[in-house]
């Protein structure tokens, strides 16, 4: 096995900030002893003077532009569930390290991706695209590959007999253990791990407990470090706070792209797609406010389902400045087997769809209205219009003309035979009796007639009234 450890060194600060460019002095505070001091801030924040463990007032006082969030160890673990719902692409096997790390097992997802490093760049790159800074590395132990993430270390190592001598060369400083732990090794003179390799069990034993000794044979292998695979719901809901309240639509699109780059991962571990989105729009002053958008297409794409948005947000009127994008996505649908023309192009076979989908995200839903079959056997009720988004695929077995006259005319006969344009050479009859239980019912015997030119109507003979022929519709 081979496990990718993906740490977020990051993740609460670029939970507010990844809703816009990286063009502010941004910082996140927690409270320690009364006081409230800074504990990650950006490299913007970093350029101006700011440092971690400086109060939040001096902090101001080095860049007066300085955003400042309270930590929200919740809000972070929720971040860290829907970075492991991204993932969840990549392999089955995927566990959680809370706060800010997840596990996942490559060694099965290597041939498909056809390298390890091509496998990590990849991650690297759709990670990055949705806002958040990611530090990596392989090992053949989950922990190992931790310690070599968080140190700075992104190597590879692919065989367990490389991971002692690798591990060996990290400063005791550097590690992400307890403080306590690293006060004791420099007093005894140990600077690396591998010094720490070679000491006895027993003194480490009595200096250090059972656990520093446990961690330790996880660390290279020789002890079992079983973990709890994450499982992801087949649901999508995730939030974005906003940098700052705003009505500007560029600045909802920005922050919206992340979300929907965020369901496209999930989509794909879930081989779904879906056709309804609803876009939750949170304001501090205003009721929430919802944009539901669906598609006559199961769609998976982020930019498919932007630009519909794109064409909603700019003629939505919001009812106050927004601080917060919901999206959510409660149903997700396989997608069955397609079966198209092997020489038609991939643009032409959802142009129609496509063209539906942009024109009801920018007027409304209520602007599309199809015709629908209706049961009732009388031509001139057995189909209505009605606003829907649904493709209603239903057959009618008999022959109908497209053009239905909105009043029955009358045509003239001669020896019997009805006339237009000619004399008509009929089919067989089709009988339709109906309508006797709202009082409009009738009794006609129709017929496909042609004339000498190849024109074809539809026509019947009421049965109710002395025989008289009707041209009913014309067929194209």
């Not at 009364?34 to 007032?57: E, K, M, P, T």
């Not at 769809?353 to 629908?372: E, S, T």
């Not at 008509?424 to 004339?451: K, P, T």
Request: aromatic content about 8%; charged content about 20%; hydrophobic content about 45%.
């Amino acid at each position: 096995m081979i496990w990718l450890a993906l740490h977020f060194p990051h993740l609460a600060l670029e939970g507010f900030t990844r809703a816009q460019p990286n063009r502010i002095a941004a910082a996140i505070h927690e409270t320690r002893k009364g006081r409230q001091v800074i504990v990650d801030c950006n490299r913007l924040a970093q350029q101006a003077g700011v440092r971690r463990d400086h109060s939040v007032a001096t902090a101001l006082a080095m860049c007066a532009d300085l955003q400042t969030w309270a930590y929200d160890a919740a809000r972070e673990q929720k971040q860290l569930q829907a970075l492991a719902d991204f993932c969840y692409r990549y392999s089955s096997q995927l566990s959680l390290e809370l706060p800010a790390t997840l596990f996942i097992e490559v060694a099965g997802s290597e041939r498909l991706f056809h390298s390890l490093p091509a496998l990590r760049n990849t991650i690297h790159h759709e990670i990055h695209e949705l806002g958040y800074s990611v530090t990596s590395a392989m090992a053949p132990t989950p922990l190992a590959a931790l310690w070599l993430a968080m140190t700075g270390n992104p190597v590879i190592l692919e065989q367990r007999r490389f991971v002692v001598p690798v591990l060996g060369k990290l400063s005791v400083q550097q590690l992400p253990v307890a403080e306590s732990h690293k006060q004791k090794l420099a007093r005894l003179g140990i600077r690396t791990l591998a010094e720490c390799f070679v000491l006895p069990r027993d003194g480490m034993l009595r200096r250090f407990g059972k656990s520093w000794l446990e961690q330790l044979d996880r660390l290279r292998g020789l002890a079992p470090d079983p973990r709890k695979m994450y499982r992801p719901a087949a649901r999508f809901c995730s939030e974005l706070e906003l940098p700052a309240e705003t009505v500007d639509v560029q600045a909802l699109l920005f922050g919206l792209r992340r979300l929907l780059l965020e369901l496209q991962g999930v989509l794909t571990a879930h081989d779904a797609m879906v056709q309804q989105l609803v876009l939750i729009l949170v304001s501090e002053d205003a009721p929430k406010q919802s944009v539901e958008l669906s598609s006559l297409r199961m769609v998976r794409q982020a930019d498919q389902w932007l630009a519909l948005f794109r064409e909603r947000l700019e003629r939505v009127n919001l009812a106050a400045p927004v601080r917060e994008l919901i999206l959510q996505a409660d149903s997700f649908l396989q997608q069955g087997a397609m079966t198209t023309d092997m020489f038609a192009e991939s643009s032409s076979v959802d142009a129609w769809p496509r063209f539906v989908d942009r024109l009801v995200a920018r007027l409304g839903a209520d602007v599309m209205h199809r015709l629908h079959c209706v049961a009732d056997h009388r031509p001139e009720h057995a189909c209505a219009s009605q606003a829907t988004r649904r493709l209603d695929n239903t057959a009618v077995s008999a022959a109908r003309p497209l053009w239905l006259l909105l009043s029955p005319l009358p045509l003239t006969t001669h020896d019997g035979v009805p006339q237009f344009h000619g004399r008509l050479l009929l089919s067989a009859a089709e009988r339709i009796e109906s309508g006797w239980w709202d009082g409009n019912d009738v009794a006609r015997d129709y017929h496909v007639g042609c004339n000498h030119d190849g024109e074809c109507y539809w026509l019947y003979r009421d049965l109710r009234s002395d025989n008289q022929w009707y041209l009913h519709g014309i067929f194209g």
